[in-house]
């Protein structure tokens, strides 16, 4: 198999490799973050996802434990009551980050953990103990799980164990057996997965739409439109029979390590709100990424580019193409707005923002661009006529004042029933007494 950084990087592959390594720099600060690749068959994004735990920066467990126990950190049965000094006194271990797949012939109780049979009919100390899945043994590390779309139209109960894994972050996982305390911890996993949108069952999102939104990236990949890329991918094939050289792991940077601006915020939130984004799951993952790529892109502040730069992937998945594009088109408006001042402050023009209009004319500002965008209930294109709804769409900002609103009273006055006359109880429109 080749080699993480020997695959030939084309330009429908390109955002794979770097969605990889944002999961990777999210997972390494403890942070799961779940990609779903979706491409045509052949196109190579398996192989790239399985060539990336090559890349994988080690984990230091406890000694021996199957569940990755992080020193620090202790969560699995076995070791979560011990003193800092009993951890000590066992030792600690550096292993491989966790890669373990989850194939569609699996059982529940290989995935989430099982009584162990090997303890249970052991010759000389039979005891009933359990066995940890697929997930609790990724703890620290990767799942992945190949034609997803597959897996959630045939196997609903591992779609199931998937989204309460994929629901918060660390997920958590309950290991249940009849005679056996249930055990419940927490898992710190970032689920992989791939698929083909074309193939039977259809894409991810038609079976199942809560899973497809559990993933913080969905990356489009599609085959090398380039000859020369075609060209160095058939070339690189010969690099299999040479000696593989040592290949360094991805070193990421740690997330907590830069600090998200408060414009950074501000501008989620405003996007969440006026383009009527249905997922907070959707704004948690654009904040998370942007950090990341800046830290991967070696800047030191968080900026409207990084932003830019993570978008399709966080909302391809959770929004119509027009309300991405207008999204992107308000993230240009809103770069372009801050440059206008001082070009020393340009490469951050979410600082500039605050700096130069103070938060209230920021808001103003704010407003008034997006006054001029698309919104979800008012689609760009969409044919002239109903001058009332341009108007109350204007400014989303802007609530009807009361005072302007005319008020009908009831043109009779309410009489109770007991006071009604029999032939009164029987109501008639204007029209039938004439
Ligand atoms: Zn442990």
């Known amino acids: 198999m080749m080699t993480f950084p020997q695959l030939i990087r084309h330009r429908g592959i390109e955002p794979l ?35 990336a735990q090559k890349v994988l920066p080690p984990i230091t467990r406890i000694r021996g434990c199957i569940y990755n126990c992080d020193p620090a950190k202790p969560h699995c049965p076995l070791h979560r009551h011990l003193s800092p000094g009993e951890v000590a006194a066992i030792g ?11 194939s569609h012939s699996a059982k529940a109780g290989s995935v989430v953990g099982s009584i162990d049979l090997g303890k249970l009919t052991g010759q000389e100390a039979p005891v009933a103990a359990l066995l940890p899945g697929t997930i609790p043994q990724a703890h620290r590390g990767i799942i992945f799980i190949d034609e997803i779309n597959r897996l959630a139209d045939t196997c609903p109960e591992l779609a199931d164990i998937l989204l309460d894994v994929m629901g918060t972050k660390p997920g958590r996982i309950q290991i249940e057996e009849p005679g056996l305390p249930t055990v419940e911890m927490p898992v710190s996993v970032s689920v992989w997965a791939a698929s083909n949108p074309d193939e039977d069952p259809g894409p991810l999102h038609h079976i199942r739409k809560q899973l497809a939104d559990r993933f913080d990236f969905l990356v489009p990949v599609s085959q090398p439109q380039d000859p020369q890329a075609v060209f160095a991918i058939l070339k690189s094939r010969d ?23 408060d414009d950074i915020r501000r501008t989620l939130a405003t996007i969440y709100v006026a383009f009527q984004l249905e997922s907070l799951r959707a704004v ?33 998945h959770r929004t119509s193409a027009e ?39 920021f808001k103003a500002w704010l407003y008034s661009l997006l006054s001029r965008l698309p919104r979800r209930d008012r689609p760009p294109q969409r044919p002239s006529g109903a001058p009332e709804a341009e108007k109350r769409n204007a400014s989303p900002a802007k609530m009807p004042s009361p005072r302007d609103s005319v008020i009908t009273a009831p043109p009779k006055p309410a009489t109770p ?18």
């Open 17 to 51: 490799f770097r969605a990889i390594e944002i999961s990777v720099a999210a997972q390494y600060s403890g942070h799961p973050f779940h990609i779903h690749a979706e491409g045509l068959r052949g196109t190579g994004k398996t192989s790239v996802i399985r060539a």
């Open 92 to 102: 600690s271990e550096t292993v491989p980050r966790p890669f373990l797949e989850i």
């Open 417 to 434: 029933l007991s006071e009604l006359a029999d032939e009164q109880l029987i109501a008639t429109s204007p029209k039938a007494h004439d």
């Open 239 to 261: 690099v299999q029979f040479t000696a593989q050289a040592a290949i360094a792991p991805l070193s990421p940077a740690r997330l907590d390590s830069l600090p998200v601006p």
């Open 323 to 361: 309300i991405l594009a207008a999204i992107q088109k308000f993230l240009e408006d809103l770069k372009a707005g801050g440059r206008g001042a001082s070009s020393a402050a340009a490469a951050s023009p979410g600082v500039l923002l605050t700096r130069r209009s103070g938060p209230g004319r």
């Open 284 to 316: 948690e993952t654009l904040e998370t990424a942007a950090v990341l790529e800046a830290l991967l892109s070696g800047s030191s502040t968080v900026s409207l580019d990084h932003l830019s730069r993570v978008l399709p992937f966080a909302l391809g």
